[in-house]
């Protein structure tokens, strides 16, 4: 996953040569983004604990991904996913934080 291309615009992501970016360029469009931001101010809305909901949606998006390798790869390679999703967590995570924070800071500035 190292070297990939950080694409900054819908556009070019959605065209991009990494089908990895490009599927992602995809969910982003589409409404799944906003219902799960619906649900997570619902959620903050209910007097819920941040550190409570970001363990939930930590929860809920490793046993979706874990569902969903159990439709698409053969039980003998659950351990070599779960290593790639851990990967892909180290790889990423603090990375796109702070790129998130960046942007965020940039919107509120009105930039």
Do not use: C
Not at 2 to 23: F, K, Q
Not at 40 to 61: D, I, T, W, Y
Request: hydrophobic fraction near 45%; charge should be neutral; proline fraction near 2%.
């Amino acid at each position: 996953m190292s070297g990939r291309v950080i694409h900054r615009g819908l556009e070019e992501a959605l065209v991009s040569d990494d089908p990895i970016v490009r599927m992602i360029a995809r969910a982003g469009a589409s409404r799944w983004v906003e219902e799960m931001q619906a649900w997570v101010n619902s959620e903050l809305e209910r007097g819920e604990k941040p550190s409570h909901l970001m363990q939930a949606m930590m929860s809920m998006f490793v046993r979706t991904h874990s569902g969903l390798a159990t439709q698409l790869v053969k039980r003998a390679h659950f351990r070599d996913v779960a290593e790639m999703f851990k990967s892909i967590v180290d790889e990423e995570y603090v990375r796109h934080a702070e790129m998130s924070l960046v942007f965020l800071l940039d919107k509120r500035a009105g930039r």
